[in-house]
């Protein structure tokens, strides 16, 4: 399996290590941890135990989640000091993640799609959306894309 993800975040625990950064220290070892534990229940349950970089990307896009949502609720409850904390780890965190597409490129993607499925209305949003997605996964913020067809198709 392809280990390209998690030797790169290994290498970013030792950099950080070295340069004594504390939170990024603290953000890759937990990730690595969450490596290690999903590895070992791959092994138990008969998956293997060798985790792919799409596998690690999963956790890392779970993580994210989690923190966006601490996030969140320390807003909502004017805690600033965890709010700085939340931003500046999922800023960590998100740099494992391919490169997202800027709006034009989504919208070039979408017109392209448009035009193969030879949608010309609101109507056919669902069949633009189904044949756009596989194009975009995992490098575009999925209600953005939605955003783009609707706005596209003129809904």
């Not at 969140?72 to 500046?88: C, F, K, T």
């Amino acid at each position: 399996m392809d280990a390209q993800l998690k030797t790169r975040i290994l290498n970013d625990l030792k950099d950080a290590m070295r340069s004594g950064e504390e939170t990024r220290k603290l953000v890759i070892r937990q990730l690595n941890a969450m490596i290690k534990n999903e590895e070992v229940e791959a092994r138990t349950d008969g998956r293997g135990g060798a985790l792919s970089d799409n596998d690690i990307l999963v956790l890392i896009r779970r993580e994210i989640k989690q923190h966006e949502e601490s996030l969140l609720e320390a807003r909502n409850n004017n805690r600033e000091d965890i709010v700085a904390e939340q931003l500046a780890e999922l800023d960590i965190l998100r740099t494992y993640l391919p490169k997202q597409l800027s709006r034009e490129e989504i919208e070039a993607l979408a017109r392209e799609t448009i035009t193969e499925v030879n949608a010309t209305n609101a109507k056919q949003h669902g069949a633009v959306m189904k044949a756009l997605q596989p194009k975009v996964k995992d490098i575009a913020d999925g209600k953005l894309v939605n955003d783009v067809v609707r706005t596209l198709l003129g809904s």
